[in-house]
């Protein structure tokens, strides 16, 4: 539920918030305390809703810039060109689900921020076609630093200025899950 673009959850810690700074001021009102112990209670407790505030961003489902896991399955990418006029470097945001055992969702999907170059947007374009227009399930899988990137794969460069320490990835069609063996028997009912 949303309330003027906040949700329910937002407006819960905004009011928890509130609730803790009117009674750490009626502590202070009425407390014997030194003055500076009351001013160092006020600005440390500031300082606790500033960081959780900022904190708040990977709680709210924003894309993290942490890298993709080693085998993911790609749902979607999307590209955030840079934009000199407002000082954005531009973004790829990726959002992929980690891959497990026998090619099986491991967890819940999560989006990532991906440092933004013309070969990832071409990639990101080539994916959506895939995806969307082809119904294809695409896997990556990171590479590790130094190893060549083939035909299909990113080719983001992880030493461009500014850029994290992001190795690329390789884009590939995504396997089939193994089936069971015939040999294995049913389960009992």
Not at 14 to 26: F, P
Request: no cysteine; proline share 8%; aromatic share 8%.
């Amino acid at each position: 539920m949303t309330f003027g673009g906040f949700t329910l959850g937002v407006i819960g810690i905004v009011i928890s918030y509130v609730v803790i700074a009117v009674l750490l001021l009626s502590l202070n009102l009425t407390s014997r305390w030194v003055w500076w112990v009351k001013a160092l209670a006020i600005v440390v407790t500031a300082g606790f809703f500033l960081e959780s505030y900022l904190s708040l961003n990977s709680v709210l489902g924003f894309a993290t810039e942490q890298p993709p896991p080693e085998r993911f399955q790609i749902l979607w990418m999307t590209t955030r060109e840079p934009d000199k006029k407002t000082g954005d470097t531009g973004a790829i945001f990726l959002w992929a689900d980690e891959l497990g055992a026998n090619n099986r969702p491991a967890g819940n999907p999560r989006a990532y921020r991906l440092p933004y170059t013309r070969e990832m947007h071409k990639e990101s374009a080539a994916v959506r076609q895939k995806i969307g227009e082809e119904d294809m399930d695409l896997m990556g899988t990171t590479q590790k630093k130094g190893e060549e990137t083939t035909r299909g794969s990113s080719t983001s460069d992880p030493n461009a200025p500014g850029a994290p320490d992001l190795a690329p990835f390789k884009i590939e069609g995504m396997p089939l899950p193994p089936l069971p063996s015939k040999d294995t028997p049913l389960l009992a009912r």
